[in-house]
């Protein structure tokens, strides 16, 4: 069996933590910034993790498992 390749883009989109979930950076946090609060703009720039139903994709996309 070859190895798996991993999706490019998803390597540069996701990130594996210590205890197996999946981060990712919020969207709308890129262009059309004059029209958003500062509140809203401020709490799009943490981060967040990757919906349980979606998880099985994202490995998938990253090679793992």
């Known amino acids: 069996m070859p190895k798996l390749k991993t999706k490019s883009g998803a390597k540069k989109r996701f990130a594996l933590t210590g205890s197996g979930k999946i981060k990712r950076k919020n969207a709308y946090k890129s262009h059309i910034l004059t029209k958003k609060e500062t509140?809203?703009?401020?709490?799009?720039t943490q981060t967040s993790y990757v919906a349980t139903v979606d998880e099985k994709s994202v490995k998938r996309q990253l090679a793992i498992k």
Request: aromatic content about 0%.
């Open 39 to 44: 509140k809203q703009k401020r709490n799009l």
